[in-house]
């Protein structure tokens, strides 16, 4: 039997498998850095980097040496850190030292657990000498617990590491050290039930709910925030553009980060924000941003006219685990994409699961004909989807029929839905996701993107596993 975490980790791969897999030889009257004097046109200045955010709020007093202990998290298979940046958000708001926290990414496709155990000793041991500690906190999730739990399983392994937070998968079973497991019925507390009842496998490793179990098992208190919301500091995000699902780097890439506004996805300004070329690990930042504005990341190489377009919600607080999966131009999932240069294709992607309950409504305004607000998810797309193929199906061209789209609904978590989005080479319009969270029409999370077309342009749209404001 295979465990849902391996599904999981198949369904991830699909969804960023089509990153760059499409060329971009356009001459945009709104993107001129992809024509081929960009790198040294000086035709404008980048908005002012932001200081201080009024109204946000500051991290608590941080926490004593003794008691930050450093934090090592696990991913699952064809994970990355990605399942771990808003826990990290909330332990620094929380006053944990963000300078603490790690994460190991390892090949996601892979099978080497007892290399993966290596590894992890390798991050264990380089916190324990760069703070000077004699333990660290794990935090293991899917098939980072069964790492994890290998791990734990060597005595002289063990005894480097003072707690360990299993979530959803191996569960404490067997761990000889202090251990919490909090999507399972039995762990290290005594008399405690299931308390994140209904939440899917991913929403365990990114709810408030898990946080505050993990944060009161850690430190022997609760925490005092537990909601993502702006802080007042400048808020600097860095990250990694990987191979994906191997979590190796994407050296020699190119990273622009441009300023756009919020009601087009247009571009604002005739320069980035932010440039970086990436070295072997993919690491790339520090930028720093308005937590109020919005942002569009594009990867490109030198030697290749491919471009990526990633668009998210608005970075509330600063984060070192920003991460851009990229993947193979000749992926199943690209093989599998009506491309055209009359209609966008998108990817949506949530680290929380869709479910029927979700709302997600999609429209298109552009010169090429509008299209109107369509819910996209439905009894139909299944549940505990994670990634949403949006695209024109081939066999009615030019007409949106809701109905399921080929290949992708046979993926572990992830399906595809027939919308026809009318899109351009050189964008003539935007194309609008708004999405209810458990269908919460009270918060409702709202993104705007330019009409890309298919042919020449992927896009990847990724809303927050929290509500914002």
């Known amino acids: 039997m295979v465990h849902r975490s391996f599904l999981l980790g198949a369904s991830l791969i699909a969804v960023v498998s089509l990153a760059l ?8 009257s709104i993107d001129p850095s992809e024509t081929a004097d960009a790198a040294t046109a000086d035709a404008g200045e ?9 109204g946000g709020t500051d991290p608590l007093a941080p926490f004593s040496a003794e008691l930050a202990l450093p934090i090592v998290f696990v991913h699952g298979f064809a994970g990355s850190a990605q399942q771990f940046q808003s ?3 909330r ?10 926290l790690r994460a190991y990414e390892h090949d996601g496709a892979g099978f080497d657990i007892a290399g993966y155990g290596t590894g992890l000793d390798a991050v264990i041991e380089e916190v324990r000498a760069t703070f000077k500690t004699d333990k660290v906190y794990l935090i293991g999730h899917s098939r980072g617990t069964s790492v994890s739990s290998m791990y734990l399983s060597d005595a002289a392994r063990a005894a480097k590491v003072a707690k360990y937070v299993s979530l959803d998968g191996a569960g ?31 929403e365990v490793a990114t709810s408030k709910e898990a946080f505050a179990i993990q944060f009161e098992f850690l430190f022997g208190k609760a925490p005092e925030i537990i909601d993502i919301v702006k802080q007042r500091q400048p808020v600097v995000i860095s990250g990694r553009a990987v191979n994906f699902p191997a979590n190796t780097g994407r050296d020699g890439t190119n990273l622009e980060i441009w300023t756009i506004a919020a009601d087009s996805g247009l571009r604002v300004g005739s320069k980035p924000l932010a440039s970086f070329t990436l070295g072997a690990e993919g690491k790339w930042g520090p930028a720093t941003v308005d937590p109020e504005a919005h942002y569009e990341l594009v990867l490109s190489t030198s030697d290749s006219p491919t471009r990526q377009h990633f668009y998210s919600q608005p970075f509330l607080r600063s984060s070192e685990f920003v991460r851009l999966l990229s993947g193979p131009p000749d992926a199943p ?3 599998n994409t009506n491309a055209g240069d009359g209609h966008a294709a998108l990817i949506v992607l949530r680290m929380r699961e869709f479910t029927p309950e979700d709302v997600l409504e999609v429209s298109t305004a552009s010169k090429a004909g509008d299209q109107p607000a369509r819910n996209v998810i439905s009894d139909a797309t299944g549940a505990d989807n994670i990634s949403i193929y949006l695209q024109d199906d081939a066999a009615t061209p030019a007409q949106t029929t809701l109905a399921l789209l080929p290949y992708f609904p046979d993926q572990p978590f992830q399906t595809g839905v027939d919308l026809f989005m009318p899109a351009s080479d050189t964008p003539n319009g935007t194309i609008t996701l708004k999405n209810l969270p458990r269908g919460d029409a009270g918060k409702p999370q709202t993104l705007n993107v330019p009409n890309w077309a298919s042919t020449n342009h992927t896009v990847m749209v990724v809303f927050n596993d929290y509500p914002q404001d």
């Open 333 to 335: 999932s690209r093989l």
């Open 91 to 100: 332990f620094v708001a929380n006053g944990y030292p963000a300078e603490r």
């Open 87 to 89: 826990q990290a958000m």
């Open 21 to 28: 897999a499409c060329s971009d030889d356009d001459e945009s």
């Open 172 to 202: 404490c079973s067997g761990v000889t050290i202090p251990c919490v497991s909090p999507a399972q019925t039995t762990n290290t507390r005594p008399g405690q039930t299931n308390p994140i009842p209904g939440q899917k496998h991913v």
């Open 46 to 54: 980048a908005p002012a980097p932001p200081g201080i955010n009024e």
